[in-house]
């Protein structure tokens, strides 16, 4: 258990719908990471929030969002959704922001999507 | 930009030694990790490496060498539950602020 906590589990939509998907950090982690992970294309950085701030984009489509609230955690807002949204949403957390020698990413369990 | 090249699947026999070679390309690298996933499941971290040479932790070790843009991850005296998917990640310089990018991934299937 890596401490990083995610809900919900799994979840079914329709396409054109829209889902909120949230994330827990480790105690004691500022950073948290959104991954997509899909299997033609492996794990895809979307985006990064660090205390409360967004630090950095990936390949984030401009039809999901998240922010990171003062407890830390952070929700991932996926909206229009398409067929090809289907995958496992991951959360990571790390102790600070900036890459730092050494700081590892510890990810939560993960939420399957499905859309059909 | 970021690539990273890992074979797909590999398969090996339990109780041997199986080697994971990992190439990449990027910019302002700032260290190598491999992460172990089962299917459907989280990845968890195994090993980091950003100085040349060789780390070992228990069962597993991983090399790096940065002049040639390489790494590989050793697993000795493999047990079934070692079946997985292991990803190699790099960390560089992504739209200025350092981020990991992800291999796709090196299957590896333990038989008996």
């Known amino acids: 258990d890596s401490g990083v906590t995610q809900t919900p589990k799994h979840l079914i939509t329709a396409t054109g719908q829209r889902v909120t998907l949230r994330c827990s950090p480790r105690?004691?982690?500022?950073?948290v990471y959104w991954y997509q992970q899909s299997l033609d294309q492996g794990l895809q950085f979307l985006i990064q929030?660090?205390?409360?701030?967004?630090?950095a984009k990936g390949n984030i489509l401009e039809r999901f969002s998240a922010q990171q609230f003062p407890d830390l955690h952070s929700e991932l807002n996926l909206s229009s959704l398409e067929l090809g949204d289907s995958a496992l949403y991951f959360c990571?957390?790390?102790?600070?922001?900036?890459?730092?020698?050494?700081?590892?990413?510890?990810f939560g369990p993960g939420t399957r999507l499905l859309v059909l | 930009g970021q690539n990273i090249d890992q074979p797909t699947e590999m398969t090996a026999t339990e109780g041997a030694i199986v080697q994971i070679n990992c190439t990449y390309q990027?910019?302002?690298?700032?260290?190598l990790f491999w992460y172990q996933q089962h299917a459907g499941e989280a990845p968890t971290f195994l090993s980091y490496?950003?100085?040349?040479g060789l780390e070992e932790k228990g069962r597993f070790s991983s090399f790096l060498s940065r002049s040639k843009g390489y790494s590989y991850l050793l697993l000795k005296e493999l047990q079934m539950k070692d079946s997985a998917s292991y990803l190699c990640?790099?960390?560089?310089?992504?739209?200025?602020?350092?981020?990991?990018?992800f291999g796709k991934g090196t299957k590896l299937s333990v038989i008996p």
């Open positions: 990640a790099v960390r560089g310089l992504l739209a200025g602020s350092y981020q990991l990018t």
């Open positions: 490496n950003v100085l040349d």
């Open positions: 105690s004691g982690d500022l950073s």
């Open positions: 990027t910019s302002g690298f700032n260290g």
């Open positions: 929030y660090y205390n409360g701030e967004e630090r």
């Open positions: 990571a957390s790390s102790v600070g922001g900036a890459g730092a020698r050494g700081e590892t990413q510890y």
